[in-house]
Structures are given as C-alpha cells and as structure tokens.
C-alpha cells in the first residue's frame, strides 16, 4: 500500500500575487461601483429635469 503525502509550497511570491489581486479587486469594484452610481444619478437627474418641464 503507498501513502502520498502532498506537501503545499508556497515561496516568497506567492504572498505578493495574493495582494496584488486583492488590491485589483477592490481597485475594479470601486470603479465599477463609480461609474454605476454616476450612471444611476444622472438618470435620476435627467426624470426630474423631464418631470419639471411637464409640469
């Protein structure tokens, strides 16, 4: 009967890569987040313009 035993090898640059895509995540959400929130805001903005003038 043969036993593997599987030993997990991370070395120095594994740590940075691990950071660098969190750091690209949040960097990506908050711009996506951005642009989405402005999107929303001037289409709001655009109704209530609309609205006044039928008023």
Do not use: P
């Not at 120095?12 to 895509?21: D, L």
């Not at 960097?27 to 006044?52: C, P, Q, Y």
């Amino acid at each position: 009967m043969h036993h593997f035993v599987n030993f997990a090898y991370l070395d120095a640059g594994t740590g940075s890569m691990v950071i660098q895509s969190v750091i690209g995540i949040v960097a990506g959400v908050g711009l996506f987040g951005r642009k989405a929130l402005s999107s929303i805001r001037t289409r709001a903005k655009n109704k209530r313009m609309d609205s006044e003038k039928d008023v």
